[in-house]
Structure formats: C-alpha cells, structure tokens
C-alpha cells in the first residue's frame, strides 16, 4: 500500500513540474528551457534510482534471510 502511495506522489511531483514548465513557457520566461530539462531528467532520473535503491534492498535483504544458520529473520 505505501509503495502505490509513493508513486502518486511521484507521478504527482513529475506531472507538476510539467505543468509549471508550460506555464512558464506560455508567460515567455527566459528559464523554460532549463525547466524543460529539469523536468525530462528528472523523468528518467529519479524512477531510475528508485529502481536501483529496491534493487539493491532486495539483494541486502535475501542475503540476512540466506545467512546460512538456517533460521529466517
């Protein structure tokens, strides 16, 4: 249940930033380039390293459970 409920922040966070990025854009603000890029990076970034963070707590985590005593945590 939390992990559904990060990920409607996330997509919340993500779609923000794209709205505010067109926002800016229709008010012809010098910045709206970099916002743009801010916002394309930020889509492949941070699902990215959220990727590699359960990737790796998965690997940390079936290591304690196959410590080789036999006994599951």
């Not at 990060?6 to 779609?15: C, D, M």
């Not at 923000?16 to 380039?33: A, I, S």
């Amino acid at each position: 249940m939390i992990r559904r409920i990060l990920a409607f922040i996330l997509a919340g966070l993500l779609i923000g930033m794209y709205v505010l990025t067109l926002v800016f854009g229709l008010m012809q603000n010098p910045r709206t380039t970099d916002l743009l890029m801010a916002s394309v990076a930020a889509t492949i970034i941070v699902p990215v390293i959220l990727y590699a963070y359960q990737r790796i707590y998965r690997l940390i985590h079936s290591q304690e459970d196959n410590d080789g005593t036999g006994n599951a945590k």
